[in-house]
């Protein structure tokens, strides 16, 4: 809890929980320009420091193509997000507790084929809306954005975006790239 990752992410906590749009800030997408910059571990330690602050919190798992939220969290993956969207489970029974108190977690369950088509159904908004409705904060892990277009739907839904990128691997015209597709 002392160490310098660990103020780093309560540094993006408190920057997003006290920003100019503050309190409208509630339900947030992670997403990074390419794969292995971090962006789950990002989305997962967010998710913990909002959590540890005081507030309801859920972490969602958006990547469905490469879904790392239950391997991070050692939560079950049997049912999730993706098994309530074609509403062959409930949200409350895919919703799961983790060790950290007031942080929850809804897997990706069973991969589904679609994943651009699943995320683009009215159902997620839905899905987001009841989130919202039941928890402070929705921290939502999604693909690498040049990777796939799966974020870019996302991210029309969301009050806010993080980009993740790892500067030593990146040019500032990927950055600029990465910031023009969330903007299209």
Request: net charge positive.
């Amino acid at each position: 809890p002392r160490s310098r990752p660990a103020e780093a992410f309560r540094a993006i906590r408190t920057a997003v929980c006290f920003s100019a749009m503050g309190s409208e800030h509630r339900v947030l997408s992670v997403t990074s320009p390419a794969a292995g910059d971090g962006k789950s571990t990002l989305a997962l330690n967010l998710a913990a420091s909002l959590a540890q602050s005081g507030k309801r919190t859920i972490l969602v798992e958006s990547d469905l193509r490469r879904p790392k939220v239950h391997k991070l969290t050692g939560a079950d993956n049997k049912i999730g997000m993706t098994d309530v969207l074609r509403g062959t489970v409930d949200l409350d029974a895919a919703i799961q507790t983790s060790q950290c108190s007031d942080l929850s977690v809804l897997t990706c369950g069973s991969r589904p084929k679609d994943p651009a088509e699943l995320l683009a159904r009215p159902e997620y908004e839905k899905l987001l809306e009841d989130l919202r409705s039941r928890f402070d904060y929705v921290v939502i892990d999604t693909p690498p954005i040049l990777a796939v277009t799966d974020p870019a739907g996302v991210a029309a839904r969301v009050d806010g975006v993080i980009v993740c990128m790892r500067l030593s691997r990146h040019t500032r015209d990927l950055g600029r790239r990465t910031v023009d597709s969330l903007r299209e």
